[in-house]
């Protein structure tokens, strides 16, 4: 019967009835996406321990192995019949398949696929709440709207289908879908948080404050950079965003004139003001968290009057260092923060005075790096970034910690080069998304836990190139005849000295460089307005630094030479009489 079967097959002859499924299509195409497991260290050995000390517990010495099952593994290697299942020995085979498999079971992180579109570090992720859509921004002043079930089968297919920039020659900071998925936020360099539909259309531009109100609860928007945003859990229309003008202001989606609430941050540092680099909110929207560059960590309730904050820790992370995130767990009693003094961090509401657990140094370069909690809120997931070794540039990876105890409990390298900045674990298709210094985003998921998302790349089959799929272009043979007559001529492909010098100047043509960060801007821009620079200019008026007496005797010797004002009266003008001091001391 094989011999028929395997003689049918080879004619061509279907073998069975009804539409055949591609299995074998999509397992080849998840086995090529399977990820190739780098050598490197233990994972407690790649990282130094923090000292102890009384920012809280030691975390020192490497962590501690979980229990081992001697009795599963000795079992499975003695020889002869197994023994009849019971409830115990089924306790212990499933306690052993999940020790034995952690990575798989409990990390989607043995595939991945590539998303490459940006041409500088990915600096904010994000996925609406169904994970079809992933949003991200960029240095490179870029947003890029992805679609899974848009886009085609395999890696170089993967391509955004929209792409624009939010605020012209501006960085990308912060990116969040609303709890609804239908609209989003974006913050750049700017002054002014920007609303967008899902699609991508442009709904609103909030307003901007008077930069010349000293005090912020009187101006109708912020007066300093916009640093990051947060949308509220359980209200559709409301947000907040935080700026390095020492507020967090509570916005109304709908109303784009003026914000709800302003929250001022005061500061012990002179001046009484600080930049507060992130934000956040609670699950329940009850509390709302924000972290400052002065080194605190503060905590409002969002029911209340704001003129304090009702939870404060102080040198929470290193002051002068940016913290990159702030995160609540789904009970609201637990928050981390991820800072760029190379510390992840774990507190307590109930006490919040000094940190439960810290992490070991884990190396920063981007102030925009995160840390999240998995969905089921066991471990933390953030990024290590890639420092310079003796042989070259080393490897940078995900870090996966413990919430106990925040020990390290896998890492997973990336290539030479790579550091992860964004990192977006999405509950409903478990799948983890990072937005790399390289441009671009690396998708880790596993094909038997996670759902959709990547897994519908690969099922779709890479279509065949045909005849129709060419452009007219492509199909007519192109010939060159430079000493041709003008009316012969084909111009389309002729580039004018105009054309040429208005593409040198396009920085994305190019590729040029980002400039340095130098002087008092950022990026070689200096931030000063119009009205700055005609009141630098202006004649400065010195009379009120002279003295009069001298400045009217100056003019006494012109006054007599050539007397134009004074020559009516000069023939009967007295001449002046003044007292002597030096007579009436002799007088006395």
Not at 74 to 89: F, H, I, K, N, W
Not at 392 to 411: A, C, N, W, Y
Not at 509 to 521: E, N, Q, V, Y
Not at 567 to 574: L, S
Request: hydrophobic letters at 30%; glycine letters at 8%.
């Amino acid at each position: 019967m094989s011999e028929d079967a395997d003689m049918w097959a080879a004619m061509g002859m279907p073998m069975t009835f009804g539409k055949q499924k591609k299995s074998k299509t999509v397992q080849r195409n998840f086995d090529q996406s399977r990820r190739e497991e780098e050598p490197s260290l233990p994972a407690t050995s790649k990282l130094p321990p923090v000292p102890s000390g009384p920012s809280g517990p030691s975390t020192s010495g490497p962590s501690q192995p979980p229990p081992a099952v001697p009795s599963a593994t000795e079992d499975s290697d003695e020889p002869g019949p197994s023994a009849p299942p019971q409830a115990e020995d089924e306790d212990e085979d499933s306690d052993f398949a999940d020790e034995e498999e952690p990575a798989e079971s409990l990390f989607p992180i043995s595939h991945e696929l590539l998303l490459q579109d940006h041409t500088k570090v990915v600096s904010a992720l994000t996925l609406d709440p169904s994970g079809a859509r992933v949003l991200s921004g960029s240095y490179d002043y870029d947003c890029k709207l992805w679609d899974f079930g848009g886009m085609g089968g395999g890696t170089g297919e993967a391509k955004p289908f929209k792409s624009w920039e939010p605020a012209g020659s501006y960085s990308i900071h912060d990116l969040k879908f609303s709890a609804g998925g239908d609209q989003f936020l974006v913050v750049s360099g700017t002054l002014q948080p920007k609303l967008y539909n899902r699609d991508g259309e442009e709904l609103a531009t909030y307003v901007k404050g008077d930069m010349y109100i000293r005090d912020m609860r009187h101006t109708a928007g912020h007066v300093g950079e916009v640093t990051a945003c947060a949308w509220h859990p359980k209200e559709v229309n409301t947000f907040i965003t935080s700026s390095n003008d020492s507020t967090i202001r509570i916005w109304d989606a709908e109303n784009k004139r003026k914000q709800k609430t302003v929250i001022v941050v005061k500061s012990k540092e002179r001046g009484a003001r600080t930049k507060v680099t992130t934000c956040a909110f609670s699950h329940d929207g009850k509390l709302i968290a924000g972290a400052c560059l002065d080194g605190t960590l503060n905590i409002w309730g969002s029911n209340s009057n704001f003129v304090r904050p009702s939870h404060t820790a102080e040198n929470a992370h290193e002051k002068g260092k940016e913290v990159g995130s702030v995160a609540f767990s789904v009970d609201g009693h637990t928050v981390v923060s991820r800072g760029m003094d190379e510390y992840t961090k774990l507190w307590d509401v109930r006490s919040f005075r000094k940190p439960i657990f810290t992490s070991p140094k884990i190396m920063t370069l981007y102030p925009e790096t995160n840390a999240v909690f998995s969905p089921d809120e066991k471990y933390i997931i953030t990024g290590s970034a890639a420092g310079r070794t003796e042989g070259g540039m080393g490897r940078g990876g995900l870090v996966f910690l413990r919430r106990d105890g925040l020990d390290v409990e896998k890492s997973v390298d990336f290539a030479p080069g790579e550091s992860p900045v964004r990192v977006v674990w999405h509950p409903k298709i478990n799948q983890i998304l990072c937005g790399l210094s390289t441009g671009s985003i690396r998708l880790l998921y596993s094909p038997t836990t996670s759902l959709n998302g990547a897994k519908l790349l690969l099922n779709k089959s890479r279509k065949k190139a045909t005849i129709e799929s060419y452009s007219d272009s492509m199909l007519q043979p192109h010939i060159i005849t430079p000493h041709a007559l003008p009316m012969f001529r084909d111009d389309l492909d002729r580039m004018t000295k105009r054309k040429r010098e208005k593409e040198r100047d396009d920085p994305r043509k190019t590729r040029k460089p980002m400039p340095p960060l130098h002087g008092p801007g950022k990026g070689g821009r200096v931030g000063a307005s119009a009205t700055q620079h005609v009141v630098q200019n202006l004649v400065r008026d010195s009379t009120r630094d002279e003295d009069p007496r001298e400045a009217l005797l100056k003019y006494a010797n012109l006054a007599d030479s050539d007397p134009k004002w004074t020559g009516a009266w000069r023939a009967n003008q007295p001449n002046p009489v003044f007292q002597n001091p030096e007579e009436e001391e002799e007088e006395e």
